[in-house]
C-alpha cells in the first residue's frame, strides 16, 4: 500500500469556520493531488501539486486553497466552510505527472 | 472537456461469474487508469493501461487507444469484488496528470 495518511479521517463543522485537511505521504512521490468525491458528480480535482511551494487548480477549486511547503505534505484549506462543500476528501500521489496514481483513505467532512 | 462514459452503471453477479466493463472516452489519450472503490470507501488504483493488454490475477484490462475505449474484465468473480469500478483519463488539452474519472459502475456480488 503506498504511504498516504489524510488526517483527520471525520470532521464536522460549522458553516463560516475554517477547515485544514492534511495529507501526509511517505513515498516522496512529486505529485500530490486533492480530489472530492459527491453523489452524481463521481470524482472531480481540486487542486494538485507539481514540487514544494508548486501548486495549481483543478475541476473545482473556488473556496479551495492548498499550500505544500514540503514534499511529504500538502495542505488543504477551506477558507470559510459551507454546506456545499461537505463531501469525501482524498488525496492522491503520483510519482510523475500521468503516472499512475494512489489514493489516501479519504476525509469525510460535514458542513452543518 | 473529454467525455468519460461507464457501463452498464450497475451490475448484479453470482459468485464466480464472469463479467466485462466498460469504458468509453471521447478524445484521444495517453493515459488510462482503472480503480476499484470497496463498500468502506477505500480506492485501489488496478491498472494503468493507455493501451494493450494487462492481467492481475482475476483481473485483465485491454486498451483500445485508437477506438477509444477500455474494458475492465473480472473473471470468477467473489464478494470482495464488489463496489465501484472507475475509470479516468486526462482531461483534453490539461496536463496528462489531471485525471477526469467515469461516473463508474457498481457491481454487487452475491453469495
Known amino acids: 500500500d503506498a504511504g498516504i495518511t489524510q488526517s483527520p479521517r471525520h470532521k464536522v463543522t460549522e458553516t463560516g469556520t475554517p477547515v485544514t485537511l492534511r495529507c501526509h505521504q511517505t513515498?516522496?512521490?512529486?505529485?500530490m493531488y486533492w480530489y472530492r468525491q459527491d453523489p452524481g458528480h463521481g470524482l472531480r480535482l481540486i487542486h494538485y501539486?507539481?514540487?514544494?511551494?508548486?501548486?495549481d487548480k483543478g475541476e473545482v477549486s473556488d473556496g479551495y486553497s492548498v499550500s505544500r511547503s514540503k514534499t511529504e505534505d500538502f495542505l488543504l484549506t477551506l477558507e470559510s466552510a459551507t454546506s456545499s462543500q461537505t463531501s469525501v476528501y482524498f488525496c492522491?500521489?503520483?510519482?510523475?505527472?500521468?503516472?499512475?496514481?494512489?489514493f489516501g483513505e479519504g476525509s469525510w467532512l460535514t458542513v452543518v | 472537456g473529454i467525455q468519460v462514459e461507464q457501463s452498464p452503471p450497475d451490475l448484479i453477479l453470482q459468485e464466480g461469474a464472469n463479467s466485462t466493463l466498460r469504458c468509453n472516452f471521447s478524445?484521444?489519450?495517453?493515459?488510462l487508469q482503472w480503480f476499484h472503490q470497496n463498500p468502506w470507501g477505500q480506492l485501489i488504483n488496478l491498472f494503468y493501461?493507455?493501451?494493450g493488454t494487462k492481467q492481475n490475477g482475476r483481473l485483465s484490462a485491454t486498451t483500445v487507444a485508437t477506438e477509444r475505449y477500455s474494458l475492465l474484465y473480472i473473471s470468477s468473480s467473489q464478494t470482495t469484488d464488489s463496489g465501484v469500478y472507475f475509470c479516468?483519463?486526462?482531461?483534453?488539452?490539461?496536463?496528462?496528470?489531471?485525471?477526469?474519472f467515469g461516473k463508474g459502475t457498481k457491481l454487487s456480488v452475491i453469495p
Open positions: 492522491a500521489i503520483s510519482e510523475s505527472g500521468g503516472n499512475t496514481i494512489y
Open positions: 513515498e516522496n512521490h512529486r505529485y
Open positions: 501539486s507539481y514540487g514544494v511551494k508548486d501548486t
Open positions: 478524445d484521444s489519450v495517453n493515459n
Open positions: 493501461i493507455p493501451s
Open positions: 479516468a483519463v486526462p482531461y483534453s488539452g490539461a496536463g496528462s496528470y489531471q485525471l477526469t
